[in-house]
């Protein structure tokens, strides 16, 4: 009887031990369980935080670029503006040079005509 009970004895420690490596076996994989979601968790939110700044840069992006092409418009339109002001300066000066030379004419045939009436009448006052 006694090495029966030796052997109850061996064979309780021996499933006490397995108990316990089987005890470890889970908690050890509770623990692996929630390291690991907890990684998947920082990983989602390290993956969101980026689509929050990929998010935030394309609309900066689509902001400049907005601007962009609001000033590159601006400067057309003041090109456009520019070259109106350019035509009608030449057209004022076309103008402008035109009435001289009429005024030039005008002088000269008064002049012809002053001379003519001081050869002929004596002078305007003789007029």
Partial sequence: MGIAREEASTRRFY????AGL???????????????NALKQRQADV????SNVAA?????KEEALLMVKERDEELRSMKVALKEAKEEAESQS?????????????????????????????GWDAL
């Avoid at 935030?56 to 900066?60: D, G, Q």
């Fill in 56 to 60: 935030a840069y394309n609309r900066e």
């Fill in 47 to 50: 993956l969101a935080s980026a």
């Fill in 94 to 122: 076309k103008l402008y040079r035109t009435a001289l030379a009429e005024q030039e004419k005008t002088t000269t045939m008064l002049e012809k005509v002053r001379l003519e009436k001081e050869r002929c009448c004596g």
């Fill in 22 to 36: 089987l005890f470890m076996a889970i908690i050890g994989g509770v623990v692996f369980y929630a390291r690991t």
């Fill in 15 to 18: 499933d006490y031990m397995l």
